[in-house]
T-cell receptor, first 113, second 114 residues
Framework: AQSVTQLGSHVSVSEGALVLLRCNYS??????LFWYVQYPNQGLQLLLK??????LVKGINGFEAEFKKSETSFHLTKPSAHMSDAAEYFC???????????FGAGTRLFVKA | DAGVIQSPRHEVTEMGQEVTLRCKPI?????LFWYRQTMMRGLELLIY????????DSGMPEDRFSAKMPNASFSTLKIQPSEPRDSAVYFC????????????FGPGTRLLVL
């Protein structure tokens, strides 16, 4: 069975500071991994995905994530936070078929001026 | 492309009433997913279709919930009778045969059952 754990339901950073959102996964098969962002009153939007190619994945809005098999992690980072990054972020895992995606509980990112 | 379209965006109903949520996937996408999002349980997959055929409905909470996809451009999620615990945001998502793992989400329907 696959599962995702997001460490920290809330993360607060200052504008311009590093953003680090943590995600650990469990999967019995090589996984596909995703980060989605959800702005208030909107659906989820794909930020980036790992599908067994390069372990460092670059996404939209300056975000990137690194797949570390030894640590079963897929943490999301951005060097410099912007006010517009304030949103909820979801880590997700699926099998290579991509049929069934399991989402984490989400981490709400707050950005202080 | 207009993206995934869901209607209504908001629905308020009374316990016992029938509720129908609608979804139009992105043209050319052959997978359609229905999710429910609540504070307590997060984002849960309810059911998904491939080429209009239900593939996995193991996430449907109980018999009061049903979903149909009569054609490639339309799907419904019905709750009958509705209960207050069904209050949630319901999302529809679709994916293409070429990038099956990437799901595109609609804006959601916020349901409140009184």
């Amino acid at each position: 069975a696959q599962s995702v754990t997001q460490l920290g339901s809330h993360v607060s950073v200052s504008e311009g500071a590093l953003v680090l959102l943590r995600c650990n996964y469990s999967s019995s098969v090589p996984p596909y991994l995703f980060w989605y962002v959800q702005y208030p009153n909107q659906g989820l939007q794909l930020l980036l995905k790992y599908t067994s190619a390069a372990t460092l994945v670059k996404g939209i809005n300056g975000f990137e994530a690194e797949f570390k098999k030894s640590e079963t992690s897929f943490h999301l980072t951005k060097p410099s936070a912007h006010m517009s990054d304030a949103a909820e972020y979801f880590c997700a895992v699926s099998d290579p078929g991509g049929f069934k995606t399991i989402f984490g509980a989400g981490t709400r990112l707050f950005v202080k001026a | 492309d207009a993206g995934v379209i869901q209607s209504p965006r908001h629905e308020v109903t009374e316990m016992g009433q029938e509720v129908t949520l609608r979804c139009k996937p992105i043209s050319g996408h052959d997978y359609l997913f229905w999710y429910r999002q609540t504070m307590m349980r997060g984002l849960e997959l309810l059911i998904y279709f491939n080429n209009n055929v239900p593939i996995d409905d193991s996430g449907m909470p109980e018999d009061r919930f049903s979903a149909k996809m009569p054609n490639a451009s339309f799907s419904t999620l019905k709750i009958q009778p509705s209960e207050p615990r069904d209050s949630a945001v319901y999302f529809c998502a679709s994916s293409s045969p070429h990038r099956r793992e990437t799901q595109y989400f609609g804006p959601g329907t916020r349901l409140l059952v009184l």
